[in-house]
Nanobody
Framework: QVQLVESGGGLVQAGGSLRLSCAAS????????MGWFRRAPGKEREFVAA????????AYAHSMKGRFTISRDNAKNTMYLQMNSLKPEDTAVYYC????????????????????WGQGTQVTVSS
């Protein structure tokens, strides 16, 4: 079992930055691939970024590549999403997710591939 709690959301002006954190509890964090997803108002939840449990592999949605950076610190049971050059269209509730895996290099980009979800943190980018 993995419990996830996001933090770090808030209101920021366009062009600004935020760093989201996802604190995990449970024995399996270090063997869990993780990801960030978001749901904008009136839209479906979408993939943002993913990271393998080793931290050695990452993946990003096209529109976030070069602006967002996903990372994790297994010693602190925490995953991060550094978001730079934020745009109003980045406004959404951001969720972290985790899935246990035996393979340190695997990562997952599909919503249905994840077993555990946090409650989400609101990010609002003003123009």
């Amino acid at each position: 079992q993995v419990q996830l709690v996001e933090s770090g959301g808030g209101l920021v002006q366009a062009g600004g930055s935020l760093r989201l954190s996802c604190a995990a509890s449970g024995r399996t964090f270090s063997s869990a691939a993780m990801g960030w997803f978001r749901r904008a108002p009136g839209k479906e939840r979408e993939f943002v970024a993913a990271i393998s449990w080793s931290g050695g592999r990452t993946a990003y949605a096209h529109s976030m590549k070069g602006r967002f950076t996903i990372s994790r610190d297994n010693a602190k049971n925490t995953m991060y999403l550094q978001m730079n050059s934020l745009k109003p269209e980045d406004t959404a509730v951001y969720y972290c997710a985790a899935v246990s895996t035996r393979f340190g290099t695997y990562l997952y980009t599909g919503i249905s591939e994840y077993d555990y979800w946090g409650q989400g943190t609101q990010v609002t980018v003003s123009s």
